[in-house]
């Protein structure tokens, strides 16, 4: 099993999957000017992101890493 951590980049507009275990990045996803909160669906099949320069909320599918909402 992988784990995964979400952080929300306010300077560079993204939302950093860290692998914490490995200690590293392993993606940065474009989702919106200054995402501050991130939530992660119970099924972890989704994660969502505020923006809140742009006062709305990105939905991000984990599994392509596509910014799906």
């Known amino acids: 099993m ?11 507009g993204q939302v950093l999957v860290v692998d914490p275990l ?20 119970p099924d972890g099949s989704r994660v969502y992101v505020t923006n809140f320069g742009g006062n709305d909320v990105s939905v991000v599918d984990t599994a392509t890493g596509a910014v799906t909402g």
């Open 2 to 12: 992988t784990i995964h951590a979400y952080v929300a980049s306010i300077r560079t």
């Open 22 to 41: 490995a200690g590293v990045v392993s993606a940065a996803i474009g989702v919106g000017v200054l995402p501050f909160g991130v939530a992660v669906a």
